[in-house]
């Protein structure tokens, strides 16, 4: 298990930790970023610098605690650096708290480092290749995972907190478990190592420990001083200090010896490395440890505390007499536990792309030239090319490339200016004159409610027909209402998926559902101060009706996956052509929103039931035709207002703005024909529409063959005028044989001279 992991919902990729990582191992994900556990070697600079707290220690409080009431025997190392971190309690309080909550003995880790001081001095003095100290596990790592050249180099001994592992576990017997508490993220990598696993059961931050104090309520200042167990380490607890290792392991440090190079904190020990896997230099040991100021600057240190405090902290740790209980058999048995340890490469290696992928990479985000290289290290990446390479190993994406994506976001501005403007332009033309036409009783009774309503703030529900001009009386009472400077919104139920609506409507959190990667708003907000138009709201769920009418009744809005809600102050007209009643008595639409709806109603008539209006709209149509075809229209023959008049316009009045733009399209000369109607309009002329059908009397197929003759008929007339009589022509222009025309002919008893 990682020793760092990522919450997911708090990440908002900031590619902090890809910039702090100094090994890349951090992969960025659709929407967040997660760690590399094989290329990681817990350094912990992404916990510390992420600035959402995304990334979090993996948590063994549990595991203590269930170790702790097991009933076995569990024994606490305390990190050398804990005087750093408890600075407001004295030692012997907190091993009195440790005791407290159920460990056996309380040691000091310091001791660790006086265990293997001995085979340090020894080997660092043999004559060779360089040495790299190995007892920072973050360093081991770095080297096993990144450096596997330079394995060869580490010093073959255990680490200070596997060292007193191994000697307690060696001493007091294999039975006894091994909690260690420090503030190094990476010595938890170190107990899954196969080199050193079984030394240490558990290792904890200092922080999860002051959980575990906090949650049992256990106040350490309140608490009387116990002693120690086991040996009192002398300069052991320099250890953790920056210059503190030499002193810890007794080898005396001259800092004019260039033989020795000693080292704290990322950047001094990535250029020393370096310079050694270079073989630009040669020391006879280079001591590194990868936290700045030496162990009391690990990841889990107390960042109340400034370095020079906690360094004193330490140094006067080391001076002060603290009462030890030394169990009389660890001096006899620590002679006999071996502190060896042998390293392995454990570089995972990725596979390189080749120049032709890295340049595909870079042209991607629009990098051409040299020029074009910015290598700003904004995506993470020191350079451009560092990056490609990441993206073609799947470890970046290449939205990361700031550049790029400000280009793009500008590119996609303009697109969206333009797509603006050209919406605005056709909604103007579609709606802005858009007013509604009609002198019949029945729209001019519409009009008049329009007109009372408009000002008001009451919800209106508009029904009728498919086409009966129901969104465009919503915009006319928008118009006449005192939110008229504020937007309109309008949404078609039926278009979109029901979850996808609740979304669209009310807004949703990021991560509320997949591919919710942002907050966004809702159209309820967008229409704040507004009125938002509801059509089709008869198709919507119950769930969305009861989410609704919470909106109406409290006058807010809950985003998806959200939990607070807020205030927004819009009007709701909403329209519907299905039977709502039916729907209240059926229990697909809810009681208590249909009496919420049908405050104010307007019914839209039918076209049919308001013949009177038909040539004045005819008008109106032709106009409109005319500006949108830019074409001029000279008028429409009374014979095809008289088709207008017969037909019964099942789909309205929309259906009647197609017609005559169809016949716009199709005319010579500016007037409108018979001819230039669909064949259901001027068939309807001739036979009138009121015969209907009468579907008991007749079959199917008889009444199909009777349809489809007069239509086939008509057709074959129309070739015959279009081809003014010329039998060949005609044929040639309906693209079948002359034979076949001809037979057609005979079957309806046609002749050249039926040409209209
Ligand atoms: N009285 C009218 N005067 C002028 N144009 C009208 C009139 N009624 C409807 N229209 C036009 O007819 C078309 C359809 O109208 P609208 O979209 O308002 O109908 P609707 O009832 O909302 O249709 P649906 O139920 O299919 O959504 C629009 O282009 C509209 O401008």
Same mark, same amino acid.
């Given at each position: 298990m990682e020793p760092i992991i990522t919450v997911k919902e708090k990440c908002r990729k900031c590619y902090c930790c890809v910039r702090s990582c100094p090994v890349k191992a951090i992969k960025v994900a659709k929407s967040y970023t997660e760690i590399i556990v094989d290329r990681c070697i817990g350094c912990g600079n992404c916990l510390s610098n992420c600035p959402q707290q995304a990334?979090?220690?993996? *948590?063994?409080v549990g595991v203590t605690e269930k170790l702790l009431s097991s009933g076995e025997e569990v024994i606490a190392v305390l990190g050398s650096s804990f005087p750093a971190f408890f600075h407001n309690v004295t030692p012997g309080q907190l091993v009195a708290g440790l005791r407290k909550i159920g460990f056996a003995e309380v040691h000091e880790g310091s001791y660790g480092a006086e265990l293997i001081a001995d085979d340090y001095a020894r080997i660092t003095s043999e004559k060779g290749h360089p040495r790299i100290s190995s007892h920072c596990p973050a360093i081991v790592d770095l080297i096993e995972r990144?450096?596997?050249?330079?394995?060869?180099?580490?010093?073959?001994v255990v680490s200070p907190m596997v060292a007193m592992g191994r000697y307690l576990k060696g001493t007091l017997g294999q039975h006894v478990r091994v909690v260690y508490i420090s503030s190094c993220v990476a010595n938890k990598l170190e107990t899954q190592t196969q080199e050193t696993r079984?030394?240490?059961d558990i290792v904890l931050t200092y922080r999860e420990l002051e959980g575990i104090f906090r949650s049992r309520q256990i106040a350490l200042p309140a608490l009387a001083d116990e002693p120690l167990d086991g040996i009192r380490p002398g300069a052991g607890r320099l250890f953790p200090i920056a210059d503190g290792t030499f002193r810890a392991f007794g080898i005396p440090f001259d800092p004019l010896d260039t033989e020795i190079v000693a080292a704290c904190g990322e950047v001094n020990v990535m250029g020393i490395i370096n310079d050694l896997a270079a073989g630009r230099i040669s020391p006879r040991i280079a001591d590194l440890r990868f936290c700045y100021d030496g162990c009391i600057g690990g990841p889990g240190r107390n960042r109340a505390l400034t370095e020079f405090y906690r360094r004193n902290r330490v140094i006067a740790h080391f001076k002060q007499e603290v009462p030890c209980r030394t169990v009389p058999n660890s001096l006899l048995e620590a002679g006999r536990v071996s502190f060896g340890r042998s390293f392995a490469s454990k570089y995972a290696k990725l596979e390189a792309p080749k120049a032709n992928d890295v340049r595909k990479i870079l042209n991607a985000t629009n990098k051409f030239t040299v020029k074009d290289e910015l290598n700003c290290r904004a995506c993470g990446y020191r350079t451009c090319r560092e990056y490609a390479v990441a993206v073609f190993q799947g470890l970046a994406e290449i939205e990361m490339c700031l550049p790029y994506n400000l280009q793009q976001l500008e590119e996609d501005r303009g697109r969206l200016i333009q797509k603006y403007e050209l919406a605005r332009r056709e909604l103007e033309r579609e709606y802005g004159d858009e007013f509604i036409v009609g002198n019949d009783r029945k729209t001019l009774d519409v009009l008049g409610l329009i007109k009372q309503v408009g000002p008001t703030p009451t919800t209106v529900l508009i029904r009728g027909e498919s086409g009966t001009g129901k969104e465009l009386t919503a915009r006319a009472i928008h118009r006449y209402s005192k939110r008229n400077d504020k937007p309109l919104v309008t949404v078609n139920c039926t278009t979109i998926t029901d979850s996808l609506l609740e979304s669209e409507l009310f807004g949703h959190k990021r991560g509320a559902f997949t591919g919710a990667v942002a907050d966004k708003k809702g159209l309820f907000e967008a229409a704040d101060g507004g009125t938002i138009f509801l059509d089709e709201i008869g198709d919507i769920t119950p769930k969305l009706q009861a989410e609704l009418l919470r909106v109406l009744d409290m006058g807010e809005v809950r985003p998806v996956g959200g939990t607070a809600a807020k205030k927004v102050d819009v009007r709701l007209i909403a329209a519907t052509n299905k039977n709502l009643e039916q729907g209240v008595r059926e229990g697909w639409f809810r009681e208590d929103l249909y009496y919420r709806l049908n405050v104010f109603t307007i019914t839209m008539p039918p076209l049919r039931s308001r013949v009177e209006s038909i040539p004045i709209l005819v008008h109106h149509f032709m106009d409109k035709a005319s500006t949108k075809l830019n074409k001029r229209m000279v008028g429409i023959e009374d014979r095809a207002v008289k088709a207008l008049t017969k037909y019964p316009w099942p789909g309205n009045i929309r259906e009647m703005q197609n017609v005559i733009e169809r016949a716009a399209v199709l005319t010579h000369d500016g007037v409108i024909r018979?001819?230039? %109607?669909p064949l259901a309009l001027s068939e309807g002329l001739e036979?009138? %529409?009121?015969?209907?059908? *009468?579907i008991h009397a007749a079959s199917f197929r008889s009444e199909r063959e009777q349809h489809m003759g007069k239509l086939e008929k008509k057709l074959i007339q129309r070739y015959l005028t279009e081809a003014n009589g010329n039998i060949s022509r005609a044929a040639k222009l309906a693209n079948i044989p002359r034979r076949t025309f001809y037979r057609l002919l005979d079957k309806y008893r046609l002749r050249e001279r039926d040409v209209r």
């Open positions: 990334k979090m220690v993996a *948590d063994k990144h450096y596997p050249k330079l394995v060869g180099n580490l010093v073959p079984g030394a240490v018979v001819e230039n %109607f036979e009138g %529409f009121a015969t209907g059908l *009468d």
